[in-house]
């Protein structure tokens, strides 16, 4: 259990040192490259995307003649309109003669219509005294103010203008390391990453082995000290012994009868002490032993009295 605790703090220590918070500058150039991004898509879109599905043309303003309204640089989006829906008060583009380039955006201040079912339009700046000289035709009409951004006609101007032959350059080398900044780190925080998980699966693939390691050791002890302890509470069984039964065909044995030729055998009777062995005899008292004399009639008479033998000499 103490290795398994080491681990889990190890653990987390790594943890978090691998997950320690990020500085003040890492979020302050994420959010400006956010902010950047964020920014270069909206005029992208607003300049670009947007004027080219509605089919409508981007324009720059150039003199002071709309201010406050439209003042110099602002980015106006003029879209096509049909001569007969234009009011008076509406502010239109129209080309300052038929087929040229050059244009003005100015509002209308009065509509003419003639007799022949014709119309003309009288424009006039907001900032200027006096109404434009030449009346409208509605051939001349490019279309009807959408929308206007400022400040940014300004930057269009400047790259369409002096400023494409250097500009264009500086902002394609430019937005090239950029984009090979951001793939490299891409790259980098990716390997990063991986190496990362890697560790992080070795290390818990580590910490598991050891969490199985000592949750089998302690299984292991406390299966041990359970068998101990049955072991030491277990009360001794001791059967007694049964006596053991004569068989019941097996008649019991009776004394053996004594025989009428072999007489008794008298009971030995007991000492105290041990008989003291007697010496072996020699050839010598063989020869001078005497005799043994004749048993007498009673010790004849009595079955019990063995007659004793007479021993031949030996000559050694």
């Keep these: 259990m103490l290795e398994s605790s080491a681990s889990v703090k190890s653990g987390k220590v790594q943890r978090t040192a691998d997950d320690k918070p990020k500085g003040l500058l890492y979020y302050l150039g994420m959010g400006i490259s956010a902010g950047l991004f964020g920014l270069v898509l909206m005029v992208g879109a607003v300049v670009i995307i947007i004027p080219a599905v509605a089919g409508a043309t981007p324009l720059t303003v150039l003199t002071s003649s709309m201010e406050p309204g439209l003042p110099p640089g602002t980015l106006v989006v003029v879209k096509p309109i049909e001569t007969d829906q234009i009011a008076i008060g509406d502010v239109i583009t129209y080309?300052?003669?038929?087929?040229?380039?050059g244009v003005i955006t100015h509002r209308i201040t009065g509509i003419t219509n003639s007799s022949d079912g014709g119309r003309t339009f009288t424009l006039q700046g907001d900032n200027n005294d006096v109404a434009d000289e030449l009346q409208v035709i509605p051939i001349q009409v490019v279309g009807k103010l959408w929308y206007s951004v400022p400040w940014i006609g300004n930057v269009s101007n400047y790259v369409n203008g002096d400023g494409r032959t250097w500009l264009a350059p500086v902002v394609a080398i430019a937005l090239f390391i950029y984009a090979g900044f951001m793939i490299m780190s891409g790259i980098i925080s990716s390997a990063r990453k991986r190496k990362l998980a890697r560790t992080k699966a070795d290390d818990e693939a580590d910490r598991a082995a050891e969490q199985q390691e000592a949750d089998r050791a302690a299984i292991a002890a406390a299966a041990t000290i359970v068998v101990t302890a049955a072991d030491a509470t277990k009360p001794v069984r001791r059967t007694a012994r049964k006596p053991v039964a004569a068989p019941a065909n097996k008649p019991a044995r009776k004394p053996a009868a004594a025989s009428a030729d072999k007489p008794a055998r008298k009971p030995t009777g007991t000492t105290s002490a041990k008989a003291v062995?007697?010496?072996?005899?020699?050839?010598?008292?063989?020869?001078?032993r005497k005799p043994t004399?004749?048993?007498?009639?009673?010790?004849?008479?009595?079955?019990?009295?063995?007659?004793?033998?007479?021993?031949?000499?030996?000559?050694?």
């Design 293 to 316: 004399a004749a048993p007498t009639l009673e010790a004849a008479d009595n079955p019990a009295v063995k007659p004793v033998r007479k021993r031949k000499p030996t000559i050694d």
């Design 277 to 288: 062995r007697k010496p072996a005899r020699t050839s010598a008292d063989n020869i001078a």
């Design 95 to 101: 080309q300052i003669e038929s087929g040229k380039p």
